[in-house]
């Protein structure tokens, strides 16, 4: 995983440029292709469903983003990147298909109790504890929200990123 890959530490001031290069240039690529696969689905999926929306004059895309696209956190640069580049992507989709029809908004969800959630233990609670409302989401508060953007009554938003995150990015 990225988090146990760590800047060579001799790579100082003062020290030899040369020294640790290379593992610096392997991290580096860990990180791009990391970020690039979390961007890739959303990416292949709208190319290979928005052609048949802007054909019929209507649609709505939703990505899933997360919090940490919008703010640095430890040892998650790589998924923070790629997420923020899912919303950067949904907002770019907005203004290209929105005027033909197709609307194209994101949830960008906090900390979420799922079972890939329940064996981070004190990692997790640490995330948990920075948020507002003092505790995690259900997966059916994600869903509901993502029902909701799906819905007639979201039919004037577009671009939006709608944080689901106990509000932690009020503060």
Not at 128 to 139: D, H, M
Request: no cysteine; proline share 6%; glycine share 12%.
């Amino acid at each position: 995983m990225v988090e146990e890959l760590a800047l060579p530490a001799e790579n100082g001031v003062g020290s030899d440029v040369d020294d640790g290069a290379d593992e610096v240039v392997a991290v580096f690529e860990v990180v791009v292709e990391l970020a690039a696969a979390g961007a890739s689905a959303p990416f292949l999926l709208t190319a290979a469903i928005v052609p048949k929306m802007v054909g019929r004059g209507s649609g709505t895309i939703i990505n899933v983003t997360t919090m940490v696209a919008e703010f640095g956190m430890a040892g998650l640069s790589a998924y923070g990147a790629s997420k923020a580049a899912v919303a950067l992507l949904t907002k770019a989709w907005a203004a290209e298909y929105g005027p033909k029809g197709v609307r194209v908004n994101a949830v960008s969800p906090g900390p979420t109790n799922t079972p890939g959630t329940e064996g981070q233990g004190e990692g997790f609670a640490a995330i948990v504890s920075t948020i507002p409302l003092g505790r995690a989401a259900a997966p059916e508060e994600i869903a509901e929200t993502i029902v909701f953007l799906a819905s007639d009554k979201a039919s004037y938003l577009n671009g939006a990123v709608v944080p689901v995150d106990g509000g932690r990015l009020a503060v």
